[in-house]
């Protein structure tokens, strides 16, 4: 089956539903994480069921169907993007910085839709590594990473004081979302069988995390 860009926009039209889960997870947040937590979690259920129906019992109706539409050739009898997606999601969120965590997200969202949208259609070096990837894909997706890191902790910081009280003291956090951006671009290039909607939040963060213990450890003995 040959995949179409009509057919990209529609699976990433579910993806960049990351927005409200950030939003409602801001919004939750002061009141108790816990709870945030356990409604994305209902949530995560809630997909795995209806993955269910739609791998196991192969079960016919409009809703089902329309998935089908959007979902990969790997995908058919298997997890989809959108169940990994939100399992990475949880755990970003769950263990990380709250910065880091909503940049993570982000970068999975649209970084990966940049980069399939311009690598089908202005991809004309392919990478070595996969024929279906091009440079001028991955290009695009590490400036998009960095700009989506940049936009966090700057306009949305403002719009959102909570993000603001995360970030580190004294720690430049430019640096560290280069760091994102190059492990969400690498991650996406090097995953082909496994999820990077999965891969991708939790490499990105664990990286931006370690840097930032290390950077404050750095701070505080000097």
Do not use: C
């Amino acid at each position: 089956m040959v995949w179409t860009i009509k057919q990209e926009l529609g699976r990433k039209a579910v993806h960049i539903t990351s927005l409200l889960i950030v939003i409602l997870y801001l919004w939750l947040f002061p009141l108790s994480q816990k709870l945030a937590l356990f409604l994305l979690a209902i949530l995560l259920v809630v997909v795995i069921e209806i993955e269910y129906f739609r791998i196991e019992t192969r079960m016919k109706n409009k809703l089902l169907s329309f998935m089908n539409k959007y979902k990969r050739t790997k995908e058919t009898h298997h997890l989809g993007g959108d169940a990994f997606f939100l399992i990475g999601a949880i755990i970003a969120l769950a263990i990380y910085d709250l910065w880091i965590a909503v940049i993570a997200i982000l970068m999975t969202t649209f970084g990966d839709l940049v980069a399939s949208l311009v690598g089908k259609t202005l991809g004309k070096h392919k990478l070595f590594r996969h024929p279906k990837k091009s440079w001028e894909g991955s290009i695009a997706e590490f400036f998009t990473n960095v700009l989506i890191g940049l936009l966090v902790v700057g306009p949305l910081t403002k719009a959102y004081p909570l993000l603001e009280k995360t970030l580190p003291d004294k720690v430049l956090v430019i640096p560290i979302i280069l760091v994102m951006a190059t492990t969400a671009t690498l991650v996406e290039v090097a995953v082909d069988k496994l999820d990077d909607n999965l891969i991708i939040p939790l490499f990105a963060g664990f990286n931006a995390q370690v840097l930032v213990l290390l950077l404050s450890l750095t701070i505080t003995v000097s």
